[in-house]
């Protein structure tokens, strides 16, 4: 799950980071309110900041400075009801905007592969860290931390040093320290600083002071852990969240959506990837990942029919069910039910073997609809439906 930014920056205010302070606003006049407040206290002028789960919101014309309560009205107004790539703004972030140095990046994310935690730092922030990938590979600066310690405090300074940050010296290892105390806390797996900025502050005496500010952030919690995290569970924006993606949440269904044309739906996810790699050798596409999971019933199999079908590329549905805890009756009984329910007609083979498959069988075939097929082996399941998906896209009803 994607947090705003605002949510975002709470966590890592209490893990000590250094973040400007800021207020949410979502209506031009609230924000001007809020930029009056900060610019009352000090600010020379405010930052107005679109919230919405996408990056690129500056190079999309959603970040924007002013100067007064009236400018940052303007820019609220100009701001909110944006559309950027897809998602509709509507809340504004409002900050004392900072007057950076220079611009870092700091990111820390779960490496799977390394089963690790990641330290990314890069001295070319601002900009998406996959382009300076891209760009100039050398500005980027890689460190596992300890699995069990963490990041040790002489990695936490080598990374600081090779990204030329040698004058922070505290204040870098402290973010680095604080990035990964709220990763490990809230079960992240990415957190990621950007900019992560050496910020220009003017001093009383009219010298001027520079800190590291932590001015945008983005984090992601690992979906499985949210049980044990009410209070980010309460984060979630189910303005921006697929409809898909929601219905699949409260059926407790596993739900990915893919690009294909052939709709699965199978119990156990091993299957479920065993179906996906099948109906690619056999030159189709699955349209899904879906996990309908043991002891399946009937109203689940028709809610996970539902998301299926819910995505107009489908042309094909492949049922494969592996008869354990599920009775292979119940998910009959259930496709059965689903299919006198559903408003787009899709031709389905479906394999059922294990307990009840026998039931199964005579259900599927009382149920006698001539575009739902019933096959043997899985290899010729998967064979039909990618046969019937290419045929639906050659000749689209
Ligand atoms: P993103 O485009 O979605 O990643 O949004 P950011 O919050 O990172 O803002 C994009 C860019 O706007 C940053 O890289 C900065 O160059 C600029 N920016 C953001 N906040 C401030 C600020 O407080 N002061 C100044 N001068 N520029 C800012
Ligand atoms: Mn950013």
New binding site residues.
Partial sequence: MKLQEYHAKTLLSEHGLPVPPYAVADTPAAAAAEAQRFLASGAGRV?I?AQVLV?????AGG?K?AATPEEAAEAADHILGLDIKGSLVRRVLV?P????AH?YYLSCVLDRAARRVLFIGSSEG?VEIEQVAADNPSAIHRVHAHPHLGLLDYQARELCFALGLGAHLREFVAIARGLYATMIANDADLVEI??LAVVREPLPDATARDTIQC??TKITIDDSALDRHPRLEQMRDLDEEDRVDIAAREQGLSFIRLNGTIGCMVNGAGLAMTTMDLIKRAGGEPANFLDIGGGAKADRVAAAMRLILADDSVRAILVNIFGGIARGDEVARGLVEARSMQERHVPMVVRIVGTNADLAADILAEAGDPDLITAATLDEAVEQAVAMAAQATAAPA
């Fill in positions: 930052v900041k990056g690129g919101r500056g190079k970040v400075l900050a905007a900072a007057e950076i611009e601002g950007n900019p001015l945008d």
